[in-house]
């Protein structure tokens, strides 16, 4: 991407590895053939607050078209459109600056997550740097071959419908009134949650929290309503069988209208772009047009000479079996024998809204042979006495390991404290 940190290079000097060793390792990872992508969008806007992204032209290996990738997004703005704005422009970016460079395939998916946490966190610090009040939710997909990625905070469903009619949700809701895990998080963490109280101390809507009155406990800006509404993203990764599948990713515009099974089922058996079309036609028939709706279909069509799908009898028995795997751990055999009878393999699958938990342990010595930290979330270069470990306890504590990797800058640690309620956030709205 131009407009990355020119400084990136640098920063991973010792991870380089040459072009053609990188090609090398992407051809023999290319066991079965790529899918096809086809895809479409339709919208209807009531607040002008819904932006996308599509981008289908990404490379692992800049140069090498075996290691192209493909990029969907939605980001549903709330409380004017800058947060949405700004994160269509830089989340992309932010998640691939904290890829290390040299990887293969494989490698490269399975850095993924831990890349997607930092460049949501990354994205939502900038922009609640800028004073803005503005909020966002963020729904990403990483389409690399027949491996889906996704990462979300709020509320922009993606749901994947597989042969057989079975629909499977890659994303959870990050709302307060149906999520408890997540009302006992930001309860845990000093906010409060409620319902607007009118007049005579009835109360009314959904369960949201205060200050702000936010209805989701997950989301990008919204520096406002508090620091325990954090960015950090649910992340599943599955990879499809050969059969292949069709991904619909929408904002709440649909999702409050249509369940995922009926927006599944009201596009079957048409091209991408009348699915997407039939898609907001059938929310708004249903509901009518109370909110922004957006809607993009993409459908991972097998290659011609794939193994041909079975009858949907035997699909139905099937009911889209999920392997469960919270790892990468060597699962080349079983992935081929879940593909060729049609199930799809999840890889990992993490929600968790601890920083240290999604940004792991660092057991390599890269770092510290390189002579030069570097922060986990926003990528700079820190002096050896400047790193504090993201396991390190609070300000006034000490680590048992306060060595280890990864590690985060003073602003980064500052945020990550005041997203775990241990201390205010810094930030004031100008």
Excluded at 380 to 392: R, Y
Aim: aromatic share 6%.
């Amino acid at each position: 991407m131009e407009d990355m940190a020119s400084g990136e290079g640098r920063r991973h000097r010792h991870n380089l590895v040459p072009l053609a060793a990188l090609i090398s390792r992407e051809m023999r990872s290319e066991k079965m053939e790529k899918p096809t992508v086809r895809y479409a969008h339709a919208a209807q806007s009531r607040k002008g607050e819904d932006y996308f992204l599509i981008k289908t032209d990404c490379q692992r290996v800049p140069g090498n078209s075996l290691s192209t990738f493909s990029v969907f997004a939605i980001f549903d703005g709330h409380n004017g459109n800058a947060a949405a704005i700004f994160t269509r422009e830089h989340l992309l970016n932010h998640v691939l600056g904290a890829i290390p460079r040299g990887l293969s395939c494989e490698e490269w998916l399975q850095a993924l997550p831990r890349a997607l946490v930092a460049g949501f966190v990354k994205t939502d610090k900038e922009f609640q740097s800028r004073g803005e009040t503005s909020g966002t939710t963020a729904t990403f997909v990483i389409v690399d071959g027949w491996t889906v990625t996704v990462a979300c905070v709020g509320d922009s469903r993606c749901i994947l419908d597989t042969q057989g009619g079975t629909v499977s949700n890659l994303t959870v809701d990050h709302r307060l009134e149906e999520n408890v895990e997540e009302r006992e998080r930001v309860t845990a963490s000093g906010g409060e949650v409620g319902r607007l109280s009118i007049f005579g101390g009835a109360e009314i809507g959904p369960l949201r929290c205060w200050p702000g009155g936010l209805c989701l406990s997950r989301s990008i800006g919204d520096m406002d309503v508090g620091e325990y509404i954090v960015p950090i993203p649910y992340v599943k990764q599955v990879k499809l069988s050969n059969a292949g599948g069709r991904l619909i990713l929408a904002s709440d515009g649909i999702w409050d209208a249509l369940s995922s099974e009926m927006a599944a089922k009201s596009c079957r058996g048409l091209t991408a772009e009348l699915a997407a079309r039939q898609v907001v036609k059938e929310a708004l028939r249903t509901r009518g047009l109370k909110d922004d709706t957006t809607c993009i279909i993409l459908d991972i069509i097998p290659p011609d000479n794939s193994v041909q799908p079975s009858t949907p009898k035997k699909q139905n028995k099937l009911r889209a079996l999920f392997s469960r795997k919270r790892s990468h751990s060597s699962a080349n055999k079983l992935s081929k024998k879940l593909s060729a009878v049609g199930i799809v393999e999840e890889l990992f699958e993490e929600g968790s809204a601890m920083l240290a938990e999604r940004l792991g342990n660092d057991e390599s010595t890269a770092q510290l042979t390189s002579g030069i930290f570097m922060c986990a979330v926003c990528q700079v270069d820190l002096a050896p006495s400047e790193g504090i470990s993201v396991h390190a306890g609070g300000i006034f504590s000490t680590s048992s390991t306060p060595w280890q990797g990864p590690f985060l800058c003073a602003d980064c640690r500052n945020k990550k404290d005041a997203m775990e309620g241990k201390r205010p956030s810094g930030v004031k709205v100008a």
